[in-house]
T-cell receptor, first 109, second 115 residues
Framework: GQNIDQPTEMTATEGAIVQINCTYQ??????LFWYQQHAGEAPTFLSY??LDGLEEKGRFSSFLSRSKGYSYLLLKELQMKDSASYLC??????????WGAGTKLIIKP | DAMVIQNPRYQVTQFGKPVTLSCSQT?????MYWYQQKSSQAPKLLFH???????NEADTPDNFQSRRPNTSFCFLDIRSPGLGDAAMYLC??????????????FGPGTRLTVL
């Protein structure tokens, strides 16, 4: 079966750095997405990785290791507005997104 | 601005009373998706349209139907809503490309309450 695993909840301090991990087992791989979702709102696109390595975009970076079925999202200089759920999703061989349940990130002052 | 629009944002219906949710897009994307998302859960794909071709997920109940009359609009019909159908319903679009990022763009969602 297809499976995406990520921690249910994490807590971090404003100004700090946090790493959210995601492991996956899917039938085929056409890229991995990270989305941010604030409570009661729709997911918004953060990043896409299809090759191994680190993609940096401002305060957010995303890493992929295809051989390990592993990705992480790194958030630097945390701000209160970063409190949200972070969803990992893998595009399978049929170009369908397989979603994780999301990691709820709580930022404390 | 190009976008995905969902109406209404909040919908209340009674147990068993049919309801229709709508989605429109100005992105001219050829693929449209309907997801159901319950609290603290992953979005669950109900069905998607690749142009006019309808693709139903195997575990989507028959109670859920969809229509796509043209490229811009897509509807989700829930024929007899049950209490378990209360959820956020998300519409998304993407452009099918052989190469490049097939990012999905989401509408703001419709939160359905069933009384």
């Amino acid at each position: 079966g297809q499976n995406i695993d990520q921690p249910t909840e994490m807590t971090a301090t404003e100004g700090a750095i946090v790493q959210i991990n995601c492991t996956y087992q899917t039938s085929g791989f056409n890229g991995l997405f990270w989305y941010q979702q604030h409570a009661g709102e729709a997911p918004t696109f953060l990043s896409y990785n299809v090759l191994d390595g680190l993609e940096e975009k401002g305060r957010f970076s995303s890493f992929l290791s295809r051989s390990k079925g592993y990705s992480y999202l790194l958030l630097k200089e945390l701000q209160m507005k970063d409190s949200a759920s972070y969803l990992c999703a893998v595009m399978d061989s049929n170009y369908q997104l397989i979603w994780g349940a999301g990691t709820k990130l709580i930022i404390k002052p | 601005d190009a976008m995905v629009i969902q109406n209404p944002r909040y919908q209340v219906t009674q147990f068993g009373k049919p309801v229709t949710l709508s989605c429109s897009q100005t992105l001219n994307h050829n693929v449209m998706y309907w997801y159901q998302q319950k609290s603290s859960q992953a979005p669950k794909l109900l069905f998607h349209y690749y142009d006019k071709d309808f693709n139903n997920e195997a575990d989507t109940p028959d109670n859920f139907q969809s229509r796509r009359p043209n490229t811009s609009f897509c509807f989700l019909d829930i024929r007899s809503p049950g209490l378990g159908d209360a959820a956020m319903y998300l519409c998304a679009t993407s452009r099918d490309e052989l190469a490049g990022v097939r990012e999905q763009f989401f509408g703001p969602g419709t939160r359905l309450t069933v009384l």
